[in-house]
């Protein structure tokens, strides 16, 4: 079995749903690994979260997990600007990350065909292994 030292979450901050936050979260303690959450602030998408500090990204964490999931939990809270998925890739590159999950949220037909989504990207240009769960 593959060992996931360090784990890369790519949260929204603007999200409704926080499901694979804490699915996220769960995976990391089962396989008793380091999780990094990351958020990028990127401009093309347009100004959506005024995070530009990691202190914003570990207080919507603690908001949207349960505590007990947190605690004797190794978390490193970042975060970036720019492209979403290159920075989300570019981080992982740089952090010795050995899996990274995405949350995806289902669109209906018509965005899915005229817009593709971060984790696409994350999924085509990372070469290790991503782990979609859907947010619910």
């Not at 602030?41 to 997990?65: F, I, M, S, T």
């Not at 809270?77 to 289902?106: C, F, M, P, W």
């Amino acid at each position: 079995m593959r060992d996931f030292r360090n784990i890369l979450y790519a949260m929204d901050l603007d999200a409704e749903h926080f499901s694979s936050l804490v699915r996220a979260l769960e995976f990391a303690r089962r396989f008793q690994s380091r999780i990094h959450i990351l958020y990028v602030n990127d401009p093309q998408a347009g100004y959506r979260h005024p995070a530009d500090h990691e202190d914003a990204v570990a207080l919507k964490v603690k908001e949207a997990a349960p505590e007990s999931l947190l605690e004797n939990l190794k978390v490193v809270y970042a975060v970036s600007k720019g492209d979403t998925a290159g920075e989300i890739v570019r981080y992982a590159g740089e952090n010795q990350i050995d899996l990274i999950v995405v949350g995806h949220k289902h669109r209906g037909k018509l965005y899915a065909s005229m817009f593709d989504s971060t984790d696409v990207h994350v999924i085509d240009q990372a070469m290790l292994p991503v782990l979609v769960f859907p947010e619910t």
